[in-house]
Every structure is written in structure tokens, then in C-alpha cells.
């Protein structure tokens, strides 16, 4: 950013060339040797990836994926709850998954570690936005190149979404647990709202737009719950498994 909060025009011009490049490089003809080698040492990443999420991951425990946005700050509500949501999760016998970056992401981080209980960390290279915050444990830091592997450690590994407010990436981690719930892929784990200001928009389309036109189900309004403390959040997640009368303690 420049003076003033403007932004800076060199930035804003390297991203313009390597907008650019990356359109001229998807339209470019490429040889059949350059494709091939490409494309195969992708599929080696990849695999990389979920073979190290998966060995990481798999004596973690029951846990609860915390999204939000990266951009809020410490002094931020909802900053401040989601550490308060992290603490008490923690508390009931869950660990506490996220992103691993700043903002909400740090915030699940700190309550998880303020508890002492175990705070994984999901971080993504990402050219602005991401690093790792302080709050992880080192043994559950994770870095990841591809964010459909990412979310898929996500998914696999949690009991439960938190999610609290935040942009596109919050939106698409949303959407991909409701989906994966809906289509009976995964349990139907709790999804939990944070703030009912923030989404009352996006839940009004739901409602007036994808269940009228036939989009949705009415009961796919039930697989979500909008709360607006940190008390309902926590008491919405042990009130589904005390009714299955599931101990989550590690």
C-alpha cells in the first residue's frame, strides 16, 4: 500500500504481468513432451501432499475446523470470539483446526494453544495474505500447494465447522462442507454460523433464491445453525454429540 492507503502501483503492475503471463502461458501450444512432463510431476505434488497430510494427521483426534476471514485484526469482535470459541472447544475435548494464517485463522490458533489443547495449522502459499502464525503446534504445521488438497485435510480430519465471518475462502470452505453433508459424502457434523448480521444476507438467498427456484431442500436449511457468542457456538457442538452420547476426549 501506498501513502495514505492508496495502493501501490508497482504491485498492482507485478500482478498485472503475472496475470498476464499466466493467460498467455494457458493459450500457448505446448509440445507433447513439455505437457506430459508438467502434468506428471503435478500428480507427484499432489500425491506428496495427501501422503504427508494423511500420515500428519491421522492419530489427531476428534477435532473442529475453524474458518474466517485472514484480513480481521486482534481488536476485531469476532477476532476476539473465535479465540474465546478456540478456549472452550479446546476445554470440551476437541482440538481445533486452521488455516493456519493470520486473522480468524490465528485467532482459533491462540485459543487452542491458550487451553492447551492441540492447534493444528492448514497453511496455504498464497503470494500475499498467508503465513503461519505463532499459535501452532510444531508437530501439526502443515504447508500446502494445492487448496483442494488443503480442504480436503480439512474435511476429513474435523468434527465440526466453526465458521465466523470472512471472504471467498471462508465462502468456499463453507459451501464445500454443506455440500459434501448434503450429499451424504461425509456425517452430518455441525456447522456453525458465527454472527447473524454477517450472514443474514447469504442466508436470505439461500432461502428466496435457491429454495424457491428448487435448488435446494427445505432440509437443507437444517444443516446449519446461526449463533451470534461463543457460549451457543460451543454449546451447539457438545449438545450434537452428547446426543449420540460420543466422548471426544482425546
Not at 13 to 40: A, C, F, V, Y
Amino acid at each position: 500500500m501506498g501513502i495514505e492507503g492508496t495502493r501501490d502501483e508497482s504491485l498492482e503492475n507485478t500482478e498485472l504481468d503475472i496475470n498476464e503471463t499466466k493467460l498467455h502461458n494457458s493459450l500457448r501450444e505446448k509440445t507433447w513432451d513439455e505437457t506430459i512432463t508438467k502434468d506428471s510431476w503435478m500428480v507427484f505434488k499432489v500425491m506428496a501432499e495427501f501422503v504427508d497430510g494423511y500420515e500428519r494427521m491421522a492419530k489427531i483426534g476428534p477435532c473442529v475446523s475453524i474458518f474466517g476471514s485472514a484480513r480481521l485484526k486482534p481488536e476485531s469482535k469476532y477476532y476476539q470470539m473465535a479465540v474465546e470459541i478456540a478456549e472452550k472447544i479446546t476445554k470440551i475435548g476437541f482440538g481445533v483446526i486452521t488455516g493456519g494464517g493470520p486473522g480468524i485463522m490465528e485467532a482459533g490458533n491462540k485459543g487452542a494453544f491458550n487451553a492447551k489443547g492441540k492447534s493444528i495449522g492448514l497453511n496455504i502459499d498464497l503470494p500475499f495474505e498467508q503465513h503461519f502464525n505463532p499459535y501452532i503446534n510444531k508437530l501439526y504445521s502443515l504447508n500446502f500447494d494445492y487448496f483442494f488438497v488443503r480442504k480436503v485435510m480439512f474435511v476429513k480430519y474435523s468434527q465440526g465447522f466453526i465458521v465466523m465471518p470472512g471472504g471467498f475462502g471462508t465462502l468456499d470452505e463453507l459451501t464445500e462442507a454443506l455440500t459434501l453433508i448434503q450429499t451424504n459424502k461425509i456425517g452430518k457434523f455441525p456447522i456453525v454460523l458465527v454472527g447473524s448480521e454477517f450472514w443474514s444476507g447469504l442466508l436470505g438467498w439461500f432461502k428466496e433464491t435457491l429454495l424457491k427456484e428448487g435448488m435446494i431442500s427445505e432440509g437443507d436449511l437444517d444443516l446449519y445453525r446461526v449463533v451470534d457468542s461463543a457460549d451457543e457456538a460451543v454449546a451447539h457442538i457438545k449438545a450434537f454429540y452428547d446426543k449420540y452420547s460420543v466422548n471426544v476426549n482425546f
